[in-house]
């Protein structure tokens, strides 16, 4: 069921939650010979600027015969506040497994493929080396439950053609993300506390966007892994990103998870094995640390 970028049709990829943070580099990373449909996801989670509730199958229905055909779907829009899906798993499970689910089984009516963004958040966090696509999952939240509800339900209404990429600890240069708001406190404090006891891959939608495009034209159905090569703790992310910004001067201090609570459990250790996705590219993502002085030099010029 792969797809050459050639035989697409004018309109024919459809990128939900266009206006999002991955949705919107997606849009601006569309590969030559390829054109797509972008829908901007509003402040009512799970609909979209045309007005399409994508956990509503009639609605969907409407937006393929009204706009389509599609050849394929890449799914960024998602319920993605974590700490607050604690107390709104309801709603949250509506967008990232119900969505999912009427997307899946849409697109295996049509027989075109799905890509389906997930999270390392499938994950506890109890593994000493990087997760691999076949490692069983248990997610600790609400929202790691959700996103994985979603793969499970888009795997079974379309098993032969949806593509699950996980990925983690997003930033880009649309919307909230960690290097801006480290950024925006540093110029308002002396100094800053940030956890160093939990380790993952800082991924840049600079980086991933693309990667989810040959995941549609390329890969076979199944689950991937996509984050940038290494790993470091928060408080590592935090403190490359003010240097590379010139605020090195700024004092950061590393703190325990237990220091700083939140409502959602996090993974201790989240770190992603790449391998599979950097043999269909040819290639791995850049390092972390190469994609954050990247994005900082991008925002710069």
């Not at 798993?89 to 295996?108: F, S």
Request: hydrophobic share 40%; charged share 25%; aromatic share 6%.
């Amino acid at each position: 069921m792969n797809i050459e970028p050639g035989n697409l049709e004018p309109g024919s990829v459809l990128v939900t939650g266009g206006a999002g943070m991955l949705g919107s580099q997606v849009l601006l990373t569309v590969p030559d010979g390829v054109t797509a449909l972008g829908t901007d996801l509003r402040e009512a989670p799970g609909v979209d600027a045309v007005g399409t509730d994508l956990a509503d199958e009639d609605a969907v229905e409407r937006l393929f015969s009204e706009r389509g055909p599609f050849q394929g779907v890449i799914h960024t829009a998602a319920y993605t506040a974590v700490d607050k899906a604690e107390e709104e798993e309801p709603l949250a499970l509506r967008v990232n497994a119900d969505a999912c689910a009427v997307l899946a089984r849409l697109c295996a009516r049509e027989s075109i493929p799905l890509v389906l963004v997930s999270t390392d958040f499938v994950f506890d966090g109890e593994g000493t080396r990087p997760y691999r696509e076949d490692d069983p999952p248990r997610p600790l939240s609400a929202y790691g439950r959700t996103k994985l509800a979603g793969e499970s339900a888009a795997l079974e209404a379309h098993p032969g053609g949806t593509r699950i990429v996980r990925t983690q600890w997003l930033y880009g240069p649309r919307g909230r993300h960690f290097p801006g708001t480290m950024q925006q406190l540093a110029r308002e404090r002396d100094s800053l506390r940030v956890v160093s006891d939990q380790i993952g891959a800082p991924t840049s939608t600079l980086e991933l966007a693309p990667a989810l495009w040959d995941v549609l034209l390329s890969g076979e159905a199944g689950v991937y892994h996509a984050a940038c090569e290494g790993q470091c703790s928060w408080y590592d992310f935090a403190r490359s990103t003010l240097e590379l910004s010139g605020q090195g001067e700024v004092q950061v201090d590393p703190c325990t998870t237990a220091e700083f609570p939140r409502p959602a459990h996090r993974p201790a250790y989240s770190v992603l094995d790449c391998s599979k996705l950097a043999h269909l590219r040819g290639a791995p993502l850049a390092s972390w640390e190469d994609a954050l002085r990247t994005f900082l030099g991008s925002e710069d010029s």
